[in-house]
């Protein structure tokens, strides 16, 4: 095992009214106290009673996915929860991951976004 999953992020141009959409859906807590996000008007969270955490992300110009249209797709990326940013970096690198983005590596916290092998963002998050 290389990872835990944190969390699930989706973008969107509203993250607290989404968050509060997926709480009515799911039950939960809105932007409840965790030391690994801090929450703002950029960025909001939903613990929901089965232990998942779905995140909201803004995105300026935010463009919603239209199902089934490939010109506008589904649109998410995982965080995985690392002790080790560099040895976890060895690892998906091994196992086919593209390196998209190390800048993010000076965020206090540490986090680095990466491709899958078929081109879906992910973010390991320095914990621990």
Same mark, same amino acid.
């Not at 779905?54 to 649109?75: E, I, K, M, S, Y």
């Not at 690392?82 to 040895?87: E, G, K, N, T």
């Given at each position: 095992m290389i990872a835990e999953l944190q969390c699930v992020v989706l973008d969107c141009p509203d993250p607290l009214r989404l968050a509060e959409f997926y709480q009515a859906v799911l039950g939960g807590t809105v932007n409840r106290p965790d030391p690994?996000?801090?929450?703002?008007?950029?960025?909001?969270?939903?613990?929901? /009673?089965?232990?998942?955490?779905?995140?909201?992300?803004?995105?300026?110009?935010?463009? %919603? /996915?239209?199902? %089934?249209? /490939? $010109? #506008? %797709?589904?649109?998410?990326?995982? *965080?995985?929860?690392? $002790?080790?940013?560099? #040895?976890?970096?060895?690892?998906?690198? $091994?196992?086919?991951?593209?390196?998209?983005?190390?800048?993010? *590596?000076?965020? /206090? *916290?540490?986090?680095r976004v990466y491709a899958d092998p078929a081109g879906h963002p992910f973010c390991l998050v320095r914990h621990g």
């Open positions: 690994r996000w801090s929450v703002d008007e950029e960025w909001a969270t939903l613990h929901a /009673p089965s232990g998942l955490v779905l995140a909201f992300q803004r995105v300026a110009d935010h463009r %919603p /996915p239209r199902w %089934p249209d /490939p $010109a #506008r %797709p589904q649109q998410f990326h995982l *965080d995985f929860g690392v $002790a080790d940013l560099d #040895r976890a970096q060895e690892q998906v690198l $091994a196992c086919g991951a593209t390196l998209l983005d190390a800048r993010a *590596d000076a965020a /206090p *916290d540490g986090w």
